[in-house]
């Protein structure tokens, strides 16, 4: 489980994205686009679950894209070419159902444009029609742009600022095309990554057009094993896991609400247990 290769796709204070590449052959034989590994860095690591972005069969390779959020994905961050992961497992999580259906919308928002990208691939790989609708806040912290639009029929990028493509939010694009394409060449498929803020109001949007709408939860989850419950989720009444259950569901069918309430309850939990570990690693008495 060496690191064969590292890239720092963005680092611009505070968000710092990074790109391994890591020696995992069984892994990589098994791999298919949805699915998700459990990296733990270092021996005091957490468990962290990350989308696979790309396996390699032959090389016996797969990539991970991160973005440091805390004290583990931090670890993670530090480790150099040549250095191995404490622990690596997968793939888990149900993989995304290739098949054709034509002419499917893809919307990927901030570090979600990397979970996009393979499932992007193997839908245009079977001869999918793709379209593809990707935001940041600017320019600068777009990730994987160019090998988004080289699968991509049509391609459109957003900005907050303006700093390139259009100024303002995919979901802006989404429901322009959608009401473009209604009535006359309509899509047959949206698939979503992103913040959850996003992801709600992309499936407001294709509920009111009767759009299947597939999104991906792995921004949920925590232990990745289905014993914390931090990735529960009401769909369809019922109760699901986002690691065990997921992490891909019906947009339409998610209660959003509950969902949405549920992803801020541990943000302050999580900033002071990342600053305990801090000071444990610095030497200084913890009070």
């Not at 298919?32 to 790309?54: D, H, K, M, N």
């Not at 250095?83 to 993989?95: D, K, Y």
């Given at each position: 489980m060496k690191i064969i290769d590292k890239?720092?796709?963005?680092?611009?204070?505070?968000?710092?994205?990074?790109?391994?590449?890591?020696?995992?052959?069984?892994?990589?034989?098994?791999?298919?686009?949805?699915?998700?590994?459990?990296?733990?860095?270092?021996?005091?690591?957490?468990?962290?679950?990350?989308?696979?972005?790309?396996?390699?069969?032959?090389?016996?390779t797969i990539t991970l894209i991160?973005?440091?959020a805390g004290y583990s994905t931090g670890k993670l961050g530090e480790l150099g070419i040549g250095?191995?992961?404490?622990?690596?497992?997968?793939?888990?999580?149900?993989?995304t159902q290739i098949k054709k259906f034509g002419r499917i919308l893809i919307i990927g928002g901030g570090v979600g444009i990397a979970e996009v990208y393979p499932v992007t691939r193997a839908l245009k790989h079977i001869g999918n029609q793709i379209t593809t609708i990707i935001g940041a806040r600017s320019q600068d912290l777009f990730i994987l742009r160019k090998e988004l639009q080289g699968l991509s029929d049509e391609f459109f990028a957003t900005t907050d600022d303006g700093s390139t493509g259009e100024k303002g939010l995919v979901t802006d694009v989404l429901l322009r095309l959608l009401e473009k394409n209604h009535n006359n060449t309509p899509y047959h498929l949206a698939y979503a990554v992103g913040p959850v803020a996003m992801m709600k109001k992309v499936t407001e949007i294709t509920e009111r057009y009767s759009l299947k709408t597939i999104v991906s939860l792995n921004a949920l989850m925590v232990d990745a094993t289905g014993m914390c419950g931090c990735c529960r989720v009401t769909v369809d009444k019922e109760t699901k896991f986002a690691c065990i259950d997921g992490p891909e569901f019906d947009a339409h069918l998610v209660d959003w609400d509950e969902l949405f309430q549920r992803s801020k309850m541990y943000e302050k939990k999580e900033k002071h247990i990342c600053n305990l570990q801090r000071i444990a690693d610095s030497g200084k008495r913890i009070e």
């Open positions: 890239k720092e796709l963005i680092r611009k204070d505070p968000l710092r994205i990074t790109q391994l590449r890591i020696i995992a052959p069984l892994i990589a034989q098994k791999a298919r686009p949805g699915q998700f590994v459990v990296v733990i860095p270092t021996a005091t690591g957490e468990r962290i679950p990350l989308t696979i972005v790309e396996s390699d069969k032959e090389t016996g991160f973005q440091h250095e191995t992961v404490f622990s690596l497992a997968g793939p888990l999580g149900t993989p």
